[in-house]
């Protein structure tokens, strides 16, 4: 592996050099492992100076893209009748009886912003109606405040472990 010349570097800050040394370090890492002999295609991947060749990733000209899709409230409220019917956990049910257009992955992460909770463990299974659901939303959003945890419109865990403990106090006594 190469090792920095520092003196043509003296002019820039500490924070600039070690960025700088860690691109030449990725740079050699992709040259030494991402081109293969074998699969002529790593080849057009990376160019010889260990970047990536950008055009290669890019859709090809005429590919369709992909159309963007809105979710509207007919389907928030499938969404909690689903959670109502199947409980929290039980997407694929949900998307399977309800939202076919909709995957697996994509009601988990709209069940988050409903439910206002980055973590939906201690809600497996749970079963709720809309004001259940706005219920939660709301004491979620109430401890994230208070604990400086409300990130993106969802509950976050705390480094102190106070989100944790309100949580788990909270769901032993409901």
């Not at 074998?38 to 859709?59: C, H, S, V, W």
């Not at 109606?129 to 208070?146: C, H, P, S, T």
């Amino acid at each position: 592996m190469e090792v920095t010349d520092h003196s043509k570097q003296s002019n820039l800050d500490p924070d600039a050099i070690a960025v700088k040394e860690k691109q030449e370090w990725v740079k050699q890492i992709r040259l030494k492992f991402c081109i293969r002999p074998e699969f002529e295609i790593t080849k057009k991947m990376i160019f010889a100076d260990g970047t990536l060749n950008q055009d290669y990733f890019r859709p090809p000209k005429g590919a369709k893209q992909e159309e963007a899709r809105k979710w509207t409230d007919v389907e928030k409220n499938l969404l909690i009748e689903g959670i109502e019917k199947y409980g929290i956990g039980h997407f694929g049910e949900i998307s399977k009886e309800l939202l076919p257009k909709w995957s697996t992955n994509d009601l988990r992460v709209k069940c988050i912003r409903l439910i206002g909770r980055q973590n939906l463990q201690l809600y497996k299974d749970w079963k709720g109606n809309a004001e259940d659901i706005a219920r939660e939303y709301e004491f979620n959003k109430q401890v994230g405040l208070k604990y400086g945890a409300w990130k993106q419109g969802v509950l976050v865990y705390d480094d102190d472990g106070n989100v944790e403990k309100a949580l788990i106090e909270y769901h032993t006594k409901t």
